[in-house]
C-alpha cells in the first residue's frame, strides 16, 4: 500500500496551510544538505515563454454593475468566475490554480532535462529516473498488475492473525501502511526534541462520516462497487470481487466508528498527542505489540511515543483477534492494488480516476501523464525537484523583498496584540514573547535534504516509487528521539501554499507561490499588501488561532492564558463561527467549527496587512490606479487570490474535510468585519458587506 494514511503525522498534519490546495505527503518533508560544493552538470534553463499565465487583478475584471457594498464578492470576481471554467483535468480553478499550472510546467522543462542528462547525478538523477520511467506508458502498460504480484501472493497466503501481523510489520516497514500513520514529529511537551506518533488511519474515504451518515450512502456505495471494480481488474471473478467488497467496506465502517472527525481533528490539536510508554501500548491493543513493531521498523525502543487515536488502535487490535483472515486478505488484496493504481497500466490508473476524482470530486478527464508524473516526483522527491526549481524560477531580489515585507507585517501584529482591549497585559506580555520567537523562512530552505541511500533507475516507474517511498519513510523514521532539525521545510519550493508550524513557531513562503496576484516585485504597494501581506498576516495569526494559541513561545504545547482571557477569546471565536455558520455553499452551510482557526487567522492577517500598508505608504500621495484607491485595490487584491470555481463535487468534499471555508467566503468574510472595508467603498450601516458594529469580531 502505497497510499499514505488520510491522517498524516508530520509537520503538516499539525501546521495549518494557507489553503487545501497542497497535498500533504509525509516522509518527503525536506531538508537537507547541501550538494553545492559539487561540480554541477548542464545549467538548467525555463524558457518563460512557455509557462501559462499568471492570475491577476484586472479593473476590467469588475462588474461594475454590481455593488461592492451589497455584494463584494460578485462586484470583484463575478465577471471572472463566470469566464473562466474549471478545466477538464482540475476540479477547482483560481489563482492558486493558475500559479500551480504555471509551477508544473516549469517542472515539466526540468524534469525533461534531467531525463535527457544520462550521466546526470544526485537529485537530477532522481527526478531524471522518476520522470523517464514514469512517461515510459508502452512500458509500465505492457507490465500490467506485474509489478505487484509478488505482494499479492504474499497477502493470498495470510492464514491467521500471526501471519497478518507479521505482514502489517514487514509492508510497514518499506512504507507502506495504510492502517494507520507512523512517524517522527516534534514532541508537543519538548518541541526541540522528536517523538514517535501513530495516527489514525485505514479508510479509503475522505472522512469517517461518509460511512456513517446516511446522506453519503450514494458515494459509499460508489466506492463499494469501486473496490469491486480494482479486484475485478486483478483478476478476482466478479461474484467474488462484489462479496469482498461488502467485507472491506463493513471492515472500514468498523475503523470509521472509532475514529475522529476532520472536525474534532481540526479543532482539538490535543488528539494527536497521547504519550505512552510501549508496555502500556502493548496492553491497549493486546493483538498487535507496539514494542515488536518498533524493531521491525528499526526503531530503538523509546520511553515514550504518541499513540493516537487510542480507541481506534483498541479497535484494530481487536479485529486483528475477531475478523476473518479472509476479509483481512481482501482489505490488504484491494489496498495494495488501489495504491498502486496510478504506477500501474491504463485500466487501473483508469479506475482510480473514476472513483477518486471523477466520482468522488467531479474531475471531468484523467492528468496527462505528465502532470501525473510530475505529481508524483512532487509526493516522493518534491525537494529534490525543488533544488533545481529555485535555480531558474526564483529571483534573489524576491527573497530581499519579502524580508522586508516579512518585517512590516511583523511591525504591525506587535501593534496590534499591544492595542487589543479584550485582553489582559499579563497575557499580553505573553503574546508578544511568542511574537517575538517568530521564524519567517522565505523561498527554499538554507539546507538542502540528502539523498544518499536511494537508488533510482530506468528500469521500472513502479519500482523508483516503492524504492523512494520506502527511502523516506526510513528518513522519517531515522529522526525519533533527535533533536528536531529547524532548517527542514514541510513544503517545496515549487508548491503554491504557505503554512505555520506551531510546534516551531515558524512561518514558510515557498518561492512558488511569491508571484503575483500574491507578490509582484514591481506592482503598487497595496497590491502585494492586499496579497502576500496578507498571507504573511494569516500565517503569523495561526499562532494565536484557537489551536496556535494552545503553545507557547518555544513551541510547546502549554497553557499561557488567563482564565479571563481565554473566556474573552472563546467569546469571540463563537461570533465567528456563527458568522460562517450562516454562509451557504450550493444548498450546503459552511462549518464555522471546522474552518474557525484558518477564518481566525484571515481575520488577523487582512488586519495586520492593513495596517502595514497604511504604516508603509504614509504620507504618500494615493496614485489613485485605473480610478481606484489604494484601500479599495488592496481588498479587490485579497478577493483576486479568493477567486475560485470548484465542481461541486469538490465543494462537497471539502465542506465536510476542509479546515478552509470555500475561497469566496475568504473573499468577503474577512472584509464584512473592517470598518476599513465600508470606508474604502463608501459604504452604508446595512449594506450586506457592512456588519453592524456589535456583530464585527476583530480577535487580534
Ligand atoms: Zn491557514
Redesign the pocket.
Known amino acids: 500500500m502505497i497510499r499514505k494514511p488520510p491522517i498524516l503525522l508530520l509537520s503538516l498534519a499539525v501546521a495549518?496551510?494557507?489553503s487545501a490546495c497542497a497535498k500533504k505527503d509525509d516522509a518527503p518533508a525536506p531538508a537537507g544538505a547541501a550538494t553545492a560544493a559539487k561540480a554541477e552538470p548542464a545549467a538548467l534553463k525555463l524558457d518563460e515563454s512557455k509557462l501559462p499565465p499568471v492570475n491577476r487583478f484586472l479593473v476590467t475584471d469588475l462588474d461594475t454593475s454590481k455593488n461592492a457594498c451589497t455584494d463584494f464578492g460578485g462586484y470583484a470576481n463575478g465577471k471572472w468566475l463566470a469566464a473562466n471554467a474549471i478545466p477538464g483535468d482540475r476540479t477547482s480553478w483560481g489563482a492558486f490554480e493558475m500559479l500551480a499550472e504555471r509551477s508544473t510546467a516549469a517542472q515539466q522543462q526540468l524534469a525533461e532535462q534531467a531525463a535527457a542528462d544520462k550521466n546526470a547525478t544526485g537529485v537530477e538523477k532522481i527526478v531524471g529516473d522518476l520522470w523517464s520511467t514514469g512517461m515510459d506508458e508502452a512500458k509500465i502498460n505492457a507490465q500490467g498488475i506485474e509489478p505487484i504480484k509478488g505482494e499479492l501472493a504474499a497477502i493470498d497466503a495470510l492464514a491467521d492473525k500471526d501471519a497478518i501481523v507479521g505482514y502489517l510489520r514487514s509492508s510497514a516497514a518499506k512504507g507502506q501502511n495504510g492502517l494507520f500513520g507512523f512517524g517522527a514529529e516534534a514532541d508537543f511537551k519538548d518541541s526541540s526534541m522528536n517523538l514517535a506518533y501513530a495516527s489514525q488511519g485505514g479508510l479509503g474515504l475522505p472522512d469517517r462520516e461518509y460511512y456513517l451518515k446516511a446522506e453519503n450512502k450514494a458515494k459509499l456505495d460508489a466506492y463499494q462497487a469501486h473496490i469491486g471494480k480494482v479486484l475485478e481488474l486483478a483478476g478476482v471473478p466478479a461474484a467474488d470481487a462484489a462479496e469482498q467488497a461488502k467485507a472491506v467496506i463493513a471492515f472500514e465502517t468498523r475503523l470509521a466508528k472509532v475514529s475522529k472527525s476532520s472536525e474534532e481533528l481540526s479543532r482539538d490539536v490535543s488528539l494527536y498527542y497521547n504519550p505512552v510508554t510501549l508496555a502500556d501500548a502493548d496492553k491497549l491493543t493486546p493483538n498487535f505489540s507496539w514494542t515488536e513493531f518498533f524493531k521491525s521498523q528499526g526503531v530503538a525502543p523509546q520511553d515514550k511515543f504518541s499513540l493516537a487515536i487510542p480507541a481506534f488502535h483498541a479497535e484494530l487490535s481487536k479485529m486483528l483477534g475477531d475478523t476473518d483472515p479472509a476479509i483481512w486478505r481482501s482489505y490488504l488484496r484491494f489496498h495494495t492494488i488501489d495504491s498502486a493504481s496510478p504506477y500501474l497500466s491504463d485500466a487501473f490508473a483508469n479506475q482510480n480516476f473514476e472513483f477518486y476524482a471523477k466520482n468522488l470530486r467531479g474531475q471531468k478527464e484523467i492528468k496527462p501523464r505528465w502532470k501525473r508524473v510530475l505529481g508524483t516526483i512532487e509526493e516522493q522527491a518534491g525537494e529534490a525537484l525543488g533544488q533545481m526549481y529555485v535555480k531558474v524560477a526564483f529571483p534573489a531580489e524576491s527573497k530581499a523583498k519579502m524580508e522586508a515585507l516579512v518585517g512590516n507585517l511583523r511591525t504591525a501584529l506587535k501593534g496590534r496584540i499591544d492595542n487589543l482591549s479584550w485582553m489582559s497585559d499579563e497575557t499580553k506580555k505573553k503574546a508578544v514573547a511568542k511574537w517575538e520567537t517568530f521564524t519567517p523562512k522565505i523561498g527554499y530552505p538554507d539546507k538542502w535534504r540528502e539523498w544518499n541511500g536511494l537508488s533510482t533507475g530506468r528500469d521500472s516507474y513502479i519500482g523508483n516509487v516503492m524504492a523512494a517511498n520506502e527511502f523516506n519513510y526510513k528518513w522519517n523514521l531515522g529522526k525519533i528521539g533527535k533533536p528536531v532539525d529547524k532548517t527542514e521545510w514541510g513544503m517545496s519550493p515549487q508548491t503554491v501554499n504557505a503554512y505555520?508550524n506551531p510546534l516551531q513557531n515558524e512561518i514558510v513562503f515557498p518561492a512558488a507561490i511569491l508571484q503575483p496576484p500574491f507578490f509582484d516585485a514591481n506592482a503598487t504597494d497595496e497590491m502585494n499588501y492586499g496579497g502576500i501581506g496578507a498571507v504573511i498576516g494569516?500565517?503569523m495569526t495561526?499562532g494565536y488561532d484557537d489551536q496556535g494559541a494552545r503553545f507557547g513561545p518555544t513551541g510547546n504545547f502549554e497553557n499561557w492564558w488567563s482564565e479571563a482571557d481565554a473566556k474573552g477569546f472563546s467569546g469571540l471565536t463563537d461570533k465567528l463561527i456563527s458568522q460562517f455558520d450562516a454562509y451557504d455553499a450550493g444548498g450546503t452551510k459552511v462549518n464555522g467549527k471546522l474552518t474557525l482557526?484558518?477564518n481566525i487567522?484571515d481575520l488577523g492577517g487582512l488586519a495586520t496587512a492593513y495596517d502595514a500598508m497604511k504604516k508603509a505608504t504614509e504620507g504618500q500621495p494615493d496614485p489613485n490606479t485605473d480610478g481606484l484607491t489604494r484601500d479599495q485595490r488592496f481588498f479587490l487584491n485579497w478577493a483576486t487570490v479568493w477567486r475560485r470555481n470548484f465542481t461541486p463535487e469538490e465543494l462537497a468534499v471539502r465542506l465536510k474535510t476542509d479546515p478552509?471555508a470555500p475561497a469566496n467566503f475568504r473573499a468577503i468574510g474577512t472584509p464584512s468585519n473592517m470598518p476599513a472595508f465600508a470606508a474604502a467603498f463608501s459604504c452604508k450601516p446595512g449594506d450586506a458587506m457592512v456588519r453592524a458594529a456589535d456583530q464585527q469580531v476583530v480577535i487580534w
Request: aromatic share 10%.
Open positions: 495549518t496551510a494557507l505555520y494569516h500565517e495561526h482557526g484558518e487567522a478552509h
